[in-house]
């Protein structure tokens, strides 16, 4: 057998690494994803291969957060290595040894932001930005899209991705009146820079197979199509699955497989997801056989029944009217920021941001300077319940001379403003201070 | 006394070992369309002076299930598949007789869904009707809970005597290696059960009736008894055989090493890990079908003293053709070997013959005789050398599932390079030239093969799998599959693995102090289910170390006249 699309697998379990021993982020999370995809021998199949993640480093990490009091403070190495499995990815994709790769690590990354003080939704850092902010690095005109097709909303990434131009991000969840973290309504379209490039699909529970692929059918592709990125990236967490503890959706193997077929991303990367015996081993090895261009139609669950998990005609009809929403929204971004955004200087932008793992509370107020010729230096002012204070400054990728300036003296002074440490992150000359 | 005999592609060996040392070595052609007859005149040439009641073991390193394999002259294999869920594999060379049943078995073991019984009665009918002679039935998962094919296997047994179920081989999950796996051993089943018996009818004529052993892939052995349940474990044990050969000529040494075998055709390259060979990772491959069968990790390369020289655009090609012997041994082209005996580095039939043919050779790129020469050696060493380093890349990157072994794990980085073969003393100071690693030969490297198939000590692996919360524990290899209760752990794991595979070893013949088994493998996860409280999931593997039954003293030239 050999794929159509060769197929980087970095398939990196942590066998020896849990949050803690009951923790549905633990050792065991992906022993039966392996058990499948030994037995269905996807390590025979010719254009399949599997590499081993490289290691992040502090430095890849301080291109993406404001860490903490420091990266190393509160990054494991589970999280060096998960990030370094993306940036493996990313690399050997770009690098054309595969034309497609799947990092299958743990722990997931897409609820860490841009301030990271700890754990969140089992995130410390986002892994996803650190690898593409890594290959960056070396292709640094690349357009991206990142789609979530994890069941909670990716505010994480939401956040990094809010005012770049250059980073498509589209999440489609579970509706936040009703799921962890909340986040994630239409109407949350992007800083001044960026506006519409940030794009959320809030679905009702008991979305099934039709609606995930009605969005992505009459939104996520047409989007696509429209904005020509240079590199798909799913973000693909596995809590739609009909069986996952946490979440109220109705999405199976087979759906998955579908979406990924049609989606069809260079890199995937895995997110959430904690059925761990009922739908990662299925989930995985649907989403692998889509990637490589192989026929799925044999992979589903033991358990499953289509007519049981079918949607109802209500959800349907909320999807539906959903997608049109987004694909509006999409359609007028251009008009709607104008409208948002006429004769202002600078959009501020308060927030208060939870970390239920770390049980952390973070009140924070983001400033976005409006510059007519790049998106915008913005700074972060944040504090914490346990006294911890900080300022970050950052200029973009993207930045004008003139904004590189003002980062800078905004970093100066920052200095006065009495926080306990003040962050730069130049990522225009990829130079990161802090104090 | 050890008697072994290895038989290889064009010549069989044979020897006699007492507690490791040397007593005769007997050397002959084989004649491919009788191999029987070959093995028994080369017996009879090693006996013929020697105390037959001495012979306290048989060691054989036979080619005839590899043979049959090659050439297509195997049974016809009924196979029955439960695939359930899942990749459609092709099943295109599993021959003509080939039924799938319905239901499947998940990952847990837990029958998802049972086959329809009905469907056996036509499956019998066909088999009887298309005249098949073996039946392979491999289930989805059947390592995990071996009970479909055990049922299949039930409803056959009237007709059938050679069935092979695919949990009995191996309990590594792979299900289209499982399928091929089964399916040949099925397969050759009947012409390994033929050749037994005529070996056991010769031996008891010629009243020797010492336990026979047979060499496997992965350096070790197996009785006889097994070996007539599971012929294609002693598949391609060639390499094997030359592995265990080399090990035995040099000293033991717990370091990174790479082995050469360096033939006329090609070179056979081993990677030592701390003196342990690599294996590979899931088993090996024979006639384009991968299989569940260990193996010693050796990789074969077009480039041996006999390969065919040539000019191609005014540069120099080795190989990887063989274009019969060199020049220096009454051949017809230019060989490493000529280069080698030019340079006076080794010691030809025909010297002058090779003088001539390299220097027409070297006016023909316009260079200088001697320098020529110089350049075909090290070229040769050069292109050895790359090859390993591309090895060593490959087997350094090799996937690690944990943050131990992914930021702690050691990379081979070989110290020193053994080497045997015709030209091995010759090419010694290229390969170092080549390496900067120490480089060294043995004398009598002849008796390689035939000395490792007679110190091959038997071996056996286990894959142990408990689950506490669905009270199960399962040794696939030895068809173990046991209840335990809820507070079975990790420890009882291991020990329970080690002894299975003490038992299985001493079944085999292996005294105390040879078992020598060891855990290769061991985790236990913590299973969260609900309020319920933990629960574990354990795997582990347990093997009998491959070695030397008895460390090689050499201390005997061999010789027909050298006999007690
Ligand atoms: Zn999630
Ligand atoms: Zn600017």
């Given at each position: 057998?050999?794929?159509?699309?060769?197929?980087?697998?970095?398939?990196?379990?942590?066998?020896d690494?849990?949050?803690?021993?009951?923790?549905?982020?633990?050792?065991?999370?992906?022993?039966?994803?392996?058990?499948?995809?030994?037995e269905?021998?996807?390590?025979?199949?010719?254009?399949?291969?599997?590499?081993?993640?490289?290691?992040?480093?502090?430095?890849d990490?301080?291109?993406?957060?404001?860490?903490?009091?420091?990266?190393?403070?509160?990054?494991?190495?589970?999280?060096?290595i998960?990030?370094?499995?993306?940036?493996?990815?990313?690399?050997?994709?770009?690098?054309?040894?595969?034309?497609?790769?799947?990092?299958?690590?743990?722990?997931?990354?897409?609820?860490?932001?841009?301030?990271?003080?700890?754990?969140?939704?089992?995130?410390?850092?986002?892994?996803?930005?650190?690898?593409?902010?890594?290959?960056?690095?070396?292709?640094?005109?690349?357009?991206?899209?990142?789609?979530?097709?994890?069941?909670h909303?990716?505010?994480?990434?939401?956040?990094?991705y809010?005012?770049?131009?250059?980073?498509?991000?589209?999440?489609?969840?579970?509706?936040?009146?009703?799921?962890?973290?909340?986040?994630?309504?239409m109407?949350?379209?992007?800083?001044?820079?960026?506006?519409?490039?940030?794009?959320?699909?809030?679905?009702?529970?008991?979305?099934?197979?039709?609606?995930?692929?009605?969005?992505?059918?009459?939104?996520?592709?047409?989007?696509?199509?429209?904005?020509?990125?240079?590199l798909?990236?799913?973000?693909?967490?596995?809590?739609?699955?009909?069986?996952?503890?946490?979440?109220?959706?109705?999405?199976?193997?087979?759906?998955?497989?579908?979406?990924n077929?049609?989606?069809?991303?260079?890199?995937?990367?895995?997110?959430?997801?904690?059925?761990?015996?009922g739908?990662?081993?299925?989930?995985?090895?649907?989403?692998?056989?889509?990637?490589?261009?192989?026929?799925?139609?044999a992979?589903?669950?033991?358990?499953?029944?289509?007519?049981?998990?079918?949607?109802?005609?209500?959800?349907?009809?909320?999807?539906?009217?959903?997608?049109?929403?987004?694909?509006?929204?999409?359609?007028?971004?251009?008009?709607?920021?104008?409208?948002e955004?006429?004769?202002?200087?600078?959009?501020?932008?308060?927030?208060?941001?939870?970390?239920?793992?770390?049980?952390?509370?973070?009140?924070?107020?983001?400033?976005?300077?409006?510059?007519?010729?790049?998106?915008?230096?913005?700074?972060?002012?944040?504090?914490?319940?346990?006294?911890a204070?900080?300022?970050?400054?950052?200029?973009?990728?993207?930045?004008?001379?003139?904004?590189?300036?003002?980062?800078?003296?905004?970093?100066?002074?920052?200095?006065?403003?009495?926080?306990?440490?003040?962050f730069?992150?130049?990522?225009?000359?990829?130079?990161?201070?802090?104090? | 006394?050890?008697?072994?005999?290895?038989?290889?592609?064009?010549?069989?060996?044979?020897?006699?070992?007492?507690?490791?040392?040397?007593?005769k070595?007997?050397?002959?052609?084989?004649?491919?369309?009788?191999?029987f007859?070959?093995?028994?005149?080369?017996?009879?040439?090693?006996?013929?002076?020697?105390?037959?009641?001495?012979?306290?073991?048989?060691?054989?390193?036979?080619?005839?299930?590899?043979?049959?394999?090659?050439?297509?002259?195997?049974?016809?294999?009924?196979?029955?598949?439960?695939?359930?869920?899942?990749?459609?594999?092709?099943?295109?060379?599993?021959?003509?007789?080939?039924?799938?049943?319905?239901?499947?078995t998940?990952?847990?073991?837990?029958?998802?869904?049972d086959?329809?019984?009905?469907?056996?009665?036509?499956?019998?009918?066909?088999?009887?009707?298309?005249?098949v002679?073996?039946?392979?039935?491999?289930?989805?998962?059947?390592?995990?809970?071996?009970?479909?094919?055990?049922?299949?296997?039930?409803?056959?047994?009237?007709?059938?005597?050679?069935?092979?179920?695919?949990?009995?081989?191996?309990?590594?999950?792979?299900?289209?290696?499982?399928?091929?796996?089964?399916?040949?051993?099925?397969?050759?089943?009947?012409?390994?059960?033929t050749?037994?018996?005529?070996?056991?009818?010769?031996?008891?004529?010629?009243?020797?009736?010492?336990?026979?052993?047979?060499?496997?892939?992965?350096?070790?052995?197996?009785?006889?008894?097994?070996?007539?349940?599971?012929?294609?474990?002693?598949?391609?044990?060639?390499?094997?055989?030359?592995?265990?050969?080399?090990?035995?000529?040099?000293?033991?040494?717990?370091?990174?090493?790479?082995?050469?075998?360096?033939?006329?055709?090609?070179?056979?390259?081993?990677?030592?890990?701390?003196?342990?060979?690599?294996?590979?990772?899931?088993?090996?491959?024979?006639?384009?079908?991968?299989?569940?069968?260990?193996?010693?990790?050796?990789?074969?390369?077009?480039?041996?003293?006999?390969?065919?020289?040539?000019?191609?655009?005014?540069?120099?090609?080795?190989?990887?053709?063989?274009?019969g012997?060199?020049?220096?041994?009454?051949?017809?082209?230019?060989?490493?070997?000529?280069?080698?005996?030019?340079?006076?580095?080794?010691?030809?039939?025909?010297?002058?013959?090779?003088?001539?043919?390299?220097?027409?050779?070297?006016s023909?790129?316009?260079?200088?005789?001697?320098?020529?020469?110089?350049?075909?050696?090290?070229?040769?060493?050069?292109?050895?050398?790359?090859?390993?380093?591309?090895?060593?890349?490959?087997?350094?990157?090799?996937?690690?599932?944990?943050?131990k072994?992914?930021?702690?794990?050691?990379?081979?980085?070989?110290?020193?390079?053994?080497?045997i073969g015709g030209?091995?003393?010759?090419?010694?100071?290229?390969?170092?030239?080549?390496?900067?690693?120490?480089?060294?030969?043995?004398?009598?490297?002849?008796?390689?093969?035939?000395?490792?198939?007679?110190?091959?000590?038997?071996?056996?692996?286990?894959?142990?799998?408990?689950?506490?919360e669905?009270?199960?524990?399962?040794?696939?290899?030895?068809?173990?599959?046991?209840?335990?209760?809820?507070?079975?752990?990790?420890?009882?794991?291991?020990?329970?693995?080690?002894?299975?595979?003490?038992?299985?070893?001493?079944?085999?013949?292996?005294?105390?102090?040879?078992?020598?088994?060891?855990?290769?493998?061991?985790?236990?996860?913590?299973?969260?289910?609900?309020?319920?409280?933990?629960?574990?999931?354990?795997?582990?593997?347990?093997?009998?170390?491959?070695?030397?039954?008895?460390?090689?003293?050499?201390?005997?030239?061999?010789?027909?006249?050298?006999?007690?």
């Amino acid at each position: 057998m050999k794929a159509n699309n060769s197929l980087g697998l970095i398939f990196f379990p942590a066998f020896d690494w849990a949050i803690s021993p009951a923790h549905p982020e633990r050792e065991e999370r992906l022993l039966y994803t392996q058990d499948q995809l030994f037995e269905e021998g996807v390590e025979d199949i010719e254009g399949i291969n599997f590499f081993n993640p490289s290691v992040a480093r502090p430095a890849d990490v301080q291109r993406v957060h404001f860490a903490y009091p420091d990266v190393d403070s509160i990054v494991s190495e589970s999280h060096y290595i998960a990030a370094g499995g993306v940036m493996r990815a990313l690399d050997a994709v770009m690098s054309k040894e595969t034309d497609k790769a799947f990092a299958m690590v743990r722990p997931p990354g897409h609820h860490a932001q841009r301030v990271t003080y700890g754990d969140r939704g089992f995130c410390i850092i986002n892994i996803e930005a650190v690898g593409l902010e890594y290959i960056r690095q070396k292709h640094p005109d690349l357009r991206v899209a990142i789609i979530d097709t994890d069941c909670h909303h990716g505010d994480g990434t939401q956040d990094i991705y809010w005012n770049d131009p250059d980073t498509l991000f589209i999440s489609f969840h579970q509706d936040g009146r009703t799921l962890y973290p909340g986040t994630g309504d239409m109407s949350e379209l992007g800083g001044p820079g960026a506006y519409g490039y940030n794009l959320n699909i809030p679905l009702p529970p008991n979305t099934g197979d039709e609606g995930f692929l009605h969005v992505l059918d009459n939104v996520v592709l047409p989007v696509l199509d429209d904005y020509k990125p240079d590199l798909i990236i799913n973000s693909a967490g596995q809590d739609n699955h009909y069986t996952d503890p946490l979440t109220n959706m109705n999405f199976s193997a087979q759906g998955y497989a579908l979406l990924n077929e049609k989606l069809n991303p260079d890199v995937a990367v895995l997110e959430g997801g904690y059925s761990i015996e009922g739908a990662l081993p299925y989930v995985n090895l649907g989403i692998v056989l889509a990637m490589a261009g192989l026929d799925y139609s044999a992979v589903r669950e033991p358990d499953y029944h289509e007519a049981k998990w079918r949607q109802s005609q209500r959800v349907t009809r909320q999807v539906e009217e959903i997608s049109r929403q987004v694909l509006k929204n999409w359609e007028n971004r251009k008009k709607l920021a104008e409208e948002e955004f006429r004769g202002l200087r600078k959009v501020t932008l308060p927030r208060q941001v939870y970390y239920d793992t770390a049980g952390i509370m973070e009140t924070q107020r983001q400033e976005f300077t409006i510059c007519g010729d790049c998106p915008g230096v913005n700074v972060i002012h944040s504090v914490n319940d346990r006294g911890a204070s900080l300022i970050g400054v950052q200029i973009p990728r993207q930045a004008c001379p003139s904004c590189q300036r003002e980062g800078y003296r905004l970093f100066e002074e920052a200095a006065k403003a009495g926080v306990k440490r003040r962050f730069l992150q130049d990522r225009s000359n990829d130079q990161y201070f802090a104090s | 006394m050890i008697l072994a005999i290895d038989m290889g592609g064009t010549h069989i060996d044979s020897v006699l070992v007492r507690q490791g040392e040397l007593v005769k070595f007997v050397k002959h052609e084989v004649q491919r369309n009788d191999l029987f007859g070959s093995i028994w005149h080369c017996l009879q040439d090693l006996l013929q002076d020697q105390d037959k009641n001495e012979i306290s073991r048989i060691h054989l390193s036979t080619t005839v299930c590899t043979n049959a394999i090659v050439e297509g002259k195997v049974s016809k294999v009924g196979v029955i598949l439960q695939s359930g869920p899942g990749i459609n594999w092709d099943f295109g060379n599993l021959g003509d007789n080939l039924h799938f049943l319905s239901g499947s078995t998940d990952h847990r073991g837990v029958v998802a869904e049972d086959f329809d019984p009905d469907d056996l009665e036509a499956i019998k009918k066909s088999f009887q009707q298309n005249a098949v002679e073996s039946l392979a039935i491999i289930s989805k998962f059947s390592p995990r809970n071996p009970e479909t094919e055990k049922e299949i296997m039930s409803f056959f047994a009237d007709a059938y005597s050679e069935i092979t179920l695919g949990h009995s081989l191996s309990g590594k999950l792979n299900y289209p290696r499982r399928m091929q796996t089964a399916y040949l051993n099925a397969a050759v089943a009947n012409t390994f059960r033929t050749f037994a018996r005529n070996m056991l009818t010769a031996l008891k004529q010629e009243n020797i009736t010492a336990p026979i052993y047979i060499l496997k892939a992965d350096g070790g052995t197996v009785d006889l008894g097994s070996a007539l349940k599971r012929p294609v474990e002693t598949i391609l044990s060639g390499p094997a055989a030359s592995y265990t050969g080399i090990s035995a000529l040099f000293p033991a040494e717990n370091e990174d090493a790479v082995l050469l075998d360096i033939g006329g055709t090609t070179t056979d390259i081993f990677i030592l890990a701390d003196g342990i060979p690599l294996f590979e990772p899931v088993g090996i491959e024979i006639d384009h079908r991968k299989t569940l069968v260990r193996a010693v990790y050796s990789v074969s390369i077009g480039l041996g003293g006999d390969s065919y020289i040539r000019a191609d655009e005014g540069e120099i090609r080795i190989g990887p053709e063989r274009r019969g012997p060199a020049v220096a041994y009454g051949g017809e082209v230019l060989t490493p070997t000529d280069a080698l005996v030019y340079l006076g580095l080794m010691s030809g039939k025909y010297p002058q013959k090779a003088e001539m043919a390299i220097a027409s050779f070297a006016s023909e790129l316009n260079m200088d005789t001697e320098a020529c020469a110089a350049q075909i050696v090290t070229q040769f060493s050069e292109s050895i050398l790359r090859k390993i380093d591309d090895i060593l890349e490959r087997v350094n990157k090799n996937p690690v599932y944990t943050i131990k072994e992914l930021l702690h794990g050691q990379q081979i980085t070989p110290r020193s390079i053994k080497v045997i073969g015709g030209p091995a003393q010759a090419l010694a100071g290229a390969l170092y030239e080549a390496s900067g690693l120490e480089v060294t030969f043995p004398k009598n490297y002849e008796i390689a093969n035939a000395v490792g198939a007679a110190l091959a000590k038997p071996t056996t692996e286990i894959s142990l799998y408990a689950n506490t919360e669905r009270r199960i524990l399962s040794i696939p290899e030895l068809d173990i599959y046991e209840s335990i209760d809820r507070s079975f752990n990790q420890a009882e794991a291991e020990n329970i693995a080690l002894r299975a595979v003490e038992r299985a070893g001493a079944a085999m013949g292996l005294s105390a102090d040879q078992l020598d088994s060891e855990i290769t493998e061991s985790s236990s996860f913590n299973m969260v289910r609900g309020f319920m409280g933990r629960e574990r999931n354990i795997r582990v593997r347990a093997q009998i170390r491959p070695g030397l039954l008895y460390d090689f003293q050499p201390t005997r030239e061999r010789g027909k006249d050298e006999s007690e």
